[in-house]
């Protein structure tokens, strides 16, 4: 049972997060406007995450979803099974990997055994169905939205942590 | 001529000598003899040869020399010579004749009998048209053997026989000719002709003697002759011959005596009237001679200048024809002329006008006039000349040449004329016309086109010519006739001397003591300018003095035009040219035009040279060349208009262009109604936008906008990050912040938008995001006004509150639009993008149509079996039956071709949730129990005909795929799978039903 985390100063530790993502932009934003009581690291592939989740394991994971810059054999998913349900187009495929890599990437989280709270950072609001069927298998998996606020970032930091 | 006259001199020259060299032969050949020439010596009788008869020393007997029988051998030989002379004469052996004569002559040389018949043989043995000149030297030896005998009997031939050669005798048959013209008429050996021989002999002489004076006595010896050969033939009653009398005719008029020239040619009338072309251009000159008398009869009946009445309708007349009113100038200029006979100009004009009405007689008889009562009045000899080149097509050549000649000779100073000189020259003397094509091409214009027709015309005559250039005096001034008689005398003196005696210098002497007493006479000046003019490197004297003329009277038309075209290209020559062109010269007008025009005054040339089309007339000296010209002018500025014109087209479509920018161009929506099927690329791209652009906190802009406009105490470096964010760490950036490169937040934006409108264009349509679709419009302008921020977001610290606020205030607003907002928005695009709902109906229905085509009439088809709900999926419905027929009748096909029978299909509808990605995907599995082997790499890889190819290509477009499974119970599955809507995504308002279509693309609802 990890120690209790709050953003509250002087009171426990703050939470750990890592944040997985092919640039800089999350780790930025979140380091200035929601930095208060929480500390990050910063993965840039799956594999990378991987690899970090056994040198600290974090609270909680902040997950992008599209890797449209991270090298393509840092890319995870099975390449031959994207290609044939994508008739063959290679490069159909490729997108489809790098536009849902933060699912590819959270399955590999999960079969690595971390089973902590993850935030996917996408608007699952138009796609319920999708997420309903995510997080049926995952109820650890949270979402916030692109255009969310520092605000609602942080309170959908807290309340994951709180439920995980 | 001159030409002629020097040839003819050196040819005399030759044969007098070579007549002298015989003469001295003959001379020292006969010193001995006396009446007789001397007898060559009888060779010595057979045996006595090589010895001399002498005294005998050795007092043997005497051989006494039979001298009588010599004497008689030798007469007898000569005889027989004579003889077979006389016979083979007879029988026209010529050769033989001469040969026999020549042996004769050899017996008894200088015998006249033996000269005559070898004169005779050699005239006959010479081929007709070719000079006898032997028997010419046979006969004129007459003259020294036999000055009282034969000689006098055969004169007559002499002269004959030199006339067959051409101007080679000259002289010596003239000096015959006079000598048998002196004998009595009918006297033995004198040609009732040779009179007429005679004068026309003296009349040759006149056309090649230098000097006027020597000319005219010639002339004045061969009327004399004439005379006394009319007086012949009246006393023999027999008429003159006509070449007698045209002869005459001819001569008079050129001693300037008409009414001996009328009568002369009258005579033609009455004694040859069968002689069409002498009569017809005899009655010409008598019309022309009339003229003269005519005009001799007003001069001394009136003469001097013209009535104010005269003076007023000249005006009027000249106006009208400036106007290229031709009636009227005629009728003006008529009444002139009849109020005031004696006025050349009017004449002139007035032959002006006839020749543009192309009434050419009346004009040639007015130029004629004008020339008669002004005898150097240039302008009139040039227009008479070219009428006579232009209008007679060359039948009046010699007219025009004359003229043209005078004219030149009268002003020197228009090179043109030497081109017109040229072409008419031409066709008389070659020599000549290369001349004058050389000095046009010296002294012409450069840019004159006719330089090109003179240099081919050069090259066409290019023979060896002597060159000579004789001296042609100027000519006495026009308005020398109206002078005081004293001062007329001095200025005809110093003409005199310059031009007859080459005394330039005491011509000019002459003139500058008349000026003493004449001091303001702009005649004696003028004619002191042409004086000096004349003389190598003295044009600057005579503009000296021609500007002093000017001082006195400055209306000179000629006088300004003489020196404004030896001034040239200068301010002063130009002035001078424009005063001459104002006081009526349109040689003057077409110069100034010239002159601008190649000083690129284009306009003002323009109007010039239409000001000269309209004065000139065709028989001006630069009416050819000014048509050239205004060709030419009229191509220039229709190139500068046509330049201009699509200047204007360019400056004025600057601002159509932008005009068009801001219309053309479809929003997003129109594309999609436009090309549905682009709206899987669309989609991606949306989403793409959505999820990259805004998960990048685009609404932190609010967040920061707060902080500074409540001062908090991390704005500044929030508002620091987010400018880096937004546009990218590099300075460049700040430098041009719409440049749209992939920096920052910005940048990528730009390149989605620029992604966009690939795709457009790729369906053929041409977005116009920025000004046409409300959603990009309002995004666009919000990154936009924050990027003009740009700066005051790096460094916000050192603003002051104002900017502050100002800023917090943009960023704001930005972060409204870019954010929920703009979410919002994209969303709702992509989700009303064309759905189509697959369920069963659907696929029963597509169905039937496949099964009931021509190819399955005799089949017996089971119905289809199908299975599951379907799902809503986002593609074109028309693609998706196109698929799905395709698939359906392949598999039907497959089926009746492979399949036991009962032929049928099953199609399952499956619903798959991929674990990892938790998206939805429809399967549609056909189902078919035909054997034949189908696989994902034949369907994939086109293998397959059928219109599968077609449906991977079209599967691809909207993500689907196709593969070939194993199916319990079947032989095989073809399975088409779709990525299934979400529930959201598939609201109803835009749901698809099976067969009818129906895009349902959305129009932003950006709170519009």
């Known amino acids: 049972m990890p120690p209790k985390n709050t953003m509250d100063s002087g009171q426990d530790r703050p939470i750990k997060v890592l944040v997985v993502e092919d640039g800089d932009e999350y780790i930025t934003n979140l380091t200035t406007f929601v930095a208060e009581g929480v500390s990050y690291r910063q993965a840039k592939s799956g594999g990378r995450a991987c690899e970090m989740l056994l040198d600290e394991l974090p609270d909680l994971v902040f997950l992008d979803m599209r890797f449209d810059r991270t090298p393509v054999e840092e890319l995870l998913g099975d390449m031959v099974q994207l290609t044939g349900r994508f008739n063959g187009d290679i490069g159909r495929a490729r997108r489809f990997q790098q536009d849902n890599q933060g699912l590819f990437i959270l399955r590999a989280l999960r079969d690595a055994g971390f089973r902590r709270p993850v935030i996917l950072s996408y608007d699952f609001g138009v796609e319920e169905k999708r997420f309903r069927a995510l997080s049926s298998k995952d109820p650890a998996l949270h979402y916030c939205p692109d255009y969310a606020d520092a605000k609602v970032i942080r309170q959908t930091i807290l309340a994951a942590v709180a439920a995980g | ?1008």
């Open chain 2, 1 to 1008: 001529m001159a030409i002629e006259a020097q040839r003819r001199g050196r040819g005399g020259g030759a044969r007098a000598l070579l007549m002298g060299v015989v003469l001295a032969l003959l001379g020292l050949s006969s010193a001995e003899l006396g009446a007789a020439p001397p007898r060559d010596k009888l060779p010595a009788p057979d045996g006595a040869e090589d010895s001399l008869p002498g005294v005998d020393d050795s007092g043997e007997a005497e051989v006494v020399v039979d001298q009588v029988s010599l004497e008689q051998q030798r007469e007898h030989a000569f005889a027989d010579h004579l003889g077979r002379a006389r016979r083979a004469t007879q029988q026209r052996r010529w050769s033989e004749a001469i040969s026999e004569y020549s042996a004769a002559l050899g017996l008894h040389e200088g015998d006249a009998e033996a000269l005559r018949g070898r004169a005779q043989a050699h005239r006959r043995a010479t081929p007709a048209g070719r000079c006898p000149r032997l028997a010419i030297e046979d006969l004129t030896l007459l003259e020294v053997y036999d000055p009282r005998g034969l000689w006098l009997s055969e004169r007559a031939n002499v002269v004959a026989w030199m006339g067959e050669c051409g101007d080679v005798y000259a002289k010596e048959r003239l000096a015959i000719a006079e000598q048998l013209a002196e004998l009595e008429p009918g006297e033995f050996g004198r040609p009732d002709d040779i009179r007429v021989v005679a004068a026309q002999l003296r009349a040759a002489e006149a056309e090649v003697t230098r000097g006027e004076l020597p000319a005219r006595r010639h002339r004045e010896a061969a009327v004399a002759q004439l005379e006394a050969y009319r007086a012949e033939c009246l006393t023999r009653e027999v008429m003159p011959e006509l070449a007698a009398l045209e002869l005459e005719g001819e001569l008079n008029r050129k001693l300037e005596q008409p009414q001996a020239a009328v009568a002369a040619y009258e005579r033609i009338l009455i004694a040859h009237p069968d002689e069409l072309d002498a009569v017809r251009q005899a009655k010409k000159r008598i019309d022309e001679l009339q003229i003269q008398l005519a005009v001799a009869e007003i001069q001394e009946l009136q003469g001097g200048k013209p009535t104010p009445e005269a003076e007023a309708a000249y005006n009027r007349g000249l106006a009208a024809l400036r106007r290229r009113d031709l009636s009227r100038a005629r009728s003006e200029l008529e009444q002139a002329v009849e109020d005031s006979p004696w006025y050349p100009r009017a004449h002139y004009y007035l032959g002006e006008v006839y020749a543009r009405s192309e009434r050419f007689p009346a004009a040639i008889e007015s130029f004629k006039k004008a020339i008669a009562m002004e005898r150097y009045d240039y302008a009139t000899h040039m227009a008479l000349g070219l009428l006579y080149k232009k209008e007679f097509s060359g039948s009046e050549d010699e007219q025009a040449r004359t003229h043209l000649d005078m004219a030149l000779r009268l002003r020197p100073d228009l090179h043109v004329l030497h081109f017109h000189l040229g072409e008419l020259y031409v066709r008389s003397d070659k020599g000549l016309a290369i001349e004058h094509f050389r000095e046009y091409l010296e002294f012409g214009d450069a840019d004159d086109p006719k330089r090109t027709a003179a240099r081919e015309a050069i090259a066409a005559l290019e023979r060896d010519v002597e060159e000579s250039v004789p001296f042609v005096p100027p000519l006495v001034p026009s308005d020398v006739g109206r002078l005081d008689p004293e001062l007329h005398r001095l200025i005809s003196e110093a003409y005199v001397l310059g031009a007859e005696h080459g005394d330039w210098d005491r011509a000019e002497k002459l003139l500058l003591q008349a000026r003493e007493k004449f001091p303001r006479e702009t005649a004696l000046l003028n004619m002191l300018a042409l004086v000096v003019y004349v003389q190598d490197g003295r044009q600057g004297q005579a503009r000296v003095y021609w500007e002093e003329s000017l001082a006195v009277d400055t209306n000179q038309m000629e006088v300004h035009e003489r020196l404004g075209l030896m001034l040239a290209d200068s301010a002063s020559g130009r002035m001078h040219l424009r005063k001459a062109a104002e006081l009526g010269s349109v040689i003057a007008r077409y110069r100034v035009a010239k002159l601008l025009w190649d000083n690129f005054e284009l306009w003002s040339a323009s109007e010039q040279l239409d000001v000269y089309l309209l004065e000139a007339g065709p028989y001006d000296v630069y009416w050819d060349t000014a048509q050239e010209l205004r060709a030419h002018m009229d191509s220039v500025f229709t190139k500068i208009y046509l330049a201009g014109g699509v200047g204007l087209v360019v400056l004025l479509s600057f601002p159509f262009a932008l005009i068009w920018r801001r219309v053309r161009g479809a929003s997003l929506p129109q594309l999609l109604e436009r090309s549905p099927s682009c709206f899987p690329d669309v989609a991606r791209i949306l989403s793409l936008i959505r999820h990259e652009i805004l998960k990048h906190n685009t609404a932190f802009l609010s967040d920061v906008g707060r902080a500074l406009e409540l001062d908090e105490p991390d704005a500044d470096a929030r508002a620091t990050l987010l400018a880096r964010r937004l546009f990218g760490d590099t300075a460049n950036s700040e430098g041009d912040p719409h440049r749209g490169e992939r920096r920052g937040i910005y940048g990528r934006f730009l390149a989605y938008v620029g992604e966009l409108e690939q795709v457009a264009r790729g369906h053929g349509v041409t977005l116009n995001l920025r000004r046409k679709d409300p959603t990009f419009k309002a995004m666009l302008r919000a990154f936009e006004d924050v990027a003009v921020k740009a700066k005051w977001l790096r460094h916000p610290g050192g603003l002051s509150s104002t900017k502050s606020l100002e800023l917090a205030k943009v960023l704001l607003r930005a972060g409204d639009v870019l954010g929920r907002r703009a979410f919002d928005r994209l969303s709702d695009v992509i989700r009303s993008l064309c759905i189509a709902r697959v369920d069963a109906e659907f696929i029963a229905a597509v169905y039937e149509e496949v099964a009931t085509e021509d190819k399955f009439v005799a089949v017996d088809i089971a119905p289809l079996v199908i299975e599951g709900e379907g799902e809503k999926v986002r593609i074109f419905p028309s693609d998706l039956h196109d698929i799905l027929s395709n698939v359906l009748r392949n598999s039907l096909m497959s089926s009746v071709m492979y399949a036991e029978p009962p032929i049928g299909l099953g199609v399952e509808l499956a619903t798959e949730v991929d674990d990892i990605t938790g998206l939805t995907s429809l399967a549609i599995r056909i189902k078919d129990r035909s054997p034949e082997r189908l696989t994902n790499e034949m369907l994939r890889g086109r293998y397959v005909e059928r219109g599968m190819g077609i449906t991977a290509d079209l599967l691809s477009r909207y993500d689907g795929s196709i593969a070939v499974e194993p199916e319990a119970g079947w032989e095989k599955a073809v399975v088409l799978r779709f990525f299934a809507l979400d529930e959201d995504d598939a609201s109803p308002d835009h749901s698809q039903r099976s067969g009818e279509y129906k895009v349902a693309p959305t129009a932003s609802p950006l709170g519009a």
